[in-house]
Nanobody
Framework: QVQLVESGGGLVQAGGSLRLSCAAS????????MGWFRQAPGKEREFVAA????????NYADSVKGRFTISRDNAKNTVYLQMNSLKPEDTALYYC???????????????????WGQGTQITVSS
């Protein structure tokens, strides 16, 4: 069983920055692919970013490329999402997710992920 707990959400003005954290339980965290997804009101949940187990490979949605950075600290069992130049359209509930498979194939596919956090709200005001 893996538990994921997100933190770092809040209210920020457009152009501002926030860093989300996702703390994971489990002794084999370092082998998980980790992803961030988001769901805006009235919309489907969508992929944001993913990172492989070493941190050496990442993947981003086009809408966040150049503004968001995903990283991980395996010693702390934590994955991060640094969000810069935030826009009102980034407003959403942000989830982290863990894929227990060892491969970094199609990390944007939600069905690959085995465990999900409860989410943390980001609201960007204009």
């Amino acid at each position: 069983q893996v538990q994921l707990v997100e933190s770092g959400g809040g209210l920020v003005q457009a152009g501002g920055s926030l860093r989300l954290s996702c703390a994971a339980s489990g002794r084999t965290f370092s082998s998980y692919v980790m992803g961030w997804f988001r769901q805006a009101p009235g919309k489907e949940r969508e992929f944001v970013a993913a990172i492989n187990w070493t941190g050496g490979r990442t993947n981003y949605a086009d809408s966040v490329k150049g503004r968001f950075t995903i990283s991980r600290d395996n010693a702390k069992n934590t994955v991060y999402l640094q969000m810069n130049s935030l826009k009102p359209e980034d407003t959403a509930l942000y989830y982290c997710a863990a894929d227990l498979s060892p491969t970094f194939i199609s990390p944007m596919v939600q069905g690959k992920y085995d465990y999900w956090g409860q989410g943390t709200q980001i609201t960007v005001s204009s």
